[in-house]
């Protein structure tokens, strides 16, 4: 199991809280001006920061950290 304490940073969380409000990946690229490459990048990066290992994963594990909250969504 991968272990990394290091917290995602803000524009991550900004990705992820797309991402959690249901946003697709191109939908996030569109939302924030960036390309859907980069919002796979910056997931894989979050999901091995949270060790987790799918979306739905990460947006609950997330949470559970207190990193976004159901009101930021």
């Given at each position: 199991m991968r272990r990394?304490?290091?917290q995602p940073?803000?524009?991550e969380l900004q990705i992820l809280r797309l991402v959690a409000a249901g946003?697709?990946?191109?939908e996030?690229?569109?939302e924030l001006f960036i390309?859907?490459?980069t919002v796979q990048t910056c997931m894989s990066r979050i999901m091995m920061k949270l060790d987790t290992y799918n979306?739905?994963?990460t947006v609950a594990e997330?949470?559970?950290r207190n990193l976004i909250t159901l009101q930021e969504i």
């Open positions: 990394n304490k290091r940073t803000g524009r946003y697709e990946y191109e996030v690229g569109q390309t859907e490459s979306r739905q994963q997330a949470l559970h």
